[in-house]
C-alpha cells in the first residue's frame, strides 16, 4: 500500500492535504535551488526557525527522544 493510501486509510483526506503541501514545498525549494525547507504547521516551522538554532545538541536530542518513542503519538 502506497504512503498516500495508508495516510489516506489513517487520516482521510487532511493527511493527504498535508503529505501533498510536504511534497510541494520540498519540490519548489529543490526546484529554486535552495538546501532547506521547512514544512508544516505554524509550531513546526517555529520550531525550526527558532528552537533549533538556540537549544543546544543535547536538548534537541532529548526532544527528538521523547517524541519518537512508540506511542508518542496517540
Same mark, same amino acid.
Given at each position: 500500500?502506497?504512503?498516500?493510501?495508508?495516510?489516506?486509510?489513517? @487520516?482521510?483526506?487532511?493527511?493527504?492535504? /498535508? &503529505?501533498?503541501?510536504?511534497?510541494?514545498?520540498?519540490?519548489?525549494? #529543490?526546484? =529554486?535551488? *535552495?538546501?532547506?525547507?521547512?514544512? @508544516?504547521?505554524?509550531?513546526?516551522?517555529? /520550531? &525550526?526557525?527558532?528552537?533549533?538554532?538556540?537549544?543546544?545538541?543535547? #536538548?534537541? =536530542?532529548? *526532544?527528538?527522544?521523547?517524541?519518537?518513542?512508540?506511542?508518542?503519538?496517540?
Amino acid at each position: 500500500m502506497s504512503e498516500i493510501a495508508e495516510a489516506a486509510a489513517q @487520516g482521510g483526506e487532511d493527511a493527504i492535504d /498535508e &503529505a501533498f503541501a510536504v511534497a510541494k514545498a520540498g519540490y519548489e525549494a #529543490m526546484m =529554486a535551488s *535552495r538546501e532547506k525547507v521547512v514544512a @508544516g504547521s505554524i509550531a513546526t516551522q517555529f /520550531e &525550526a526557525a527558532v528552537l533549533n538554532r538556540i537549544l543546544p545538541d543535547s #536538548m534537541k =536530542a532529548e *526532544r527528538h527522544r521523547k517524541m519518537s518513542e512508540p506511542g508518542s503519538a496517540e
